[in-house]
């Protein structure tokens, strides 16, 4: 899976907005590869119905769909 972070001001928590490509999908956060796969529930985003950003209910990570 090719996700990129690019990182972002932190609030509170660090939270950090996320490269992903179409073969990335369905998107679940966190993702397996994150350190703190498992911070929370898993949550399924619906990234392309939401027009390529998705932000997590849970920590406030941010995707965005860049193909």
Known sequence: MAVSP???PSAA???????VHRADLPLS???PEHAVWNEHPR???????EG????????GNEYVLVD
């Not at 928590?13 to 490269?19: D, M, P, V």
């Not at 949550?43 to 119905?49: A, D, K, M, Q, R």
């Open 29 to 31: 956060c966190p993702l």
């Open 13 to 19: 928590k660090a939270q950090k907005t996320w490269q």
């Open 52 to 59: 390529g950003r998705s932000v997590c209910p849970y920590c």
């Open 6 to 8: 690019s990182p972002t």
């Open 43 to 49: 949550v399924y985003l619906p990234i392309v119905e």
